[in-house]
């Protein structure tokens, strides 16, 4: 609803519902959530290092 730009990928049966958001990715999957700016996605493999260890 009333989303642009937004991408949502779900690997679950969990429903997912977004409002609102501009410019966003949403990635859930039996390991986690990320929620993420666009303009930021490059940043995803350093945070992806992160939450390993």
Known sequence: MENNNTFIYNTTKMNVGVIGLDN???????NGLLVLNKDKENLVSEISKKIKH
């Open 24 to 30: 966003v990715a949403v990635v859930l999957s039996k």
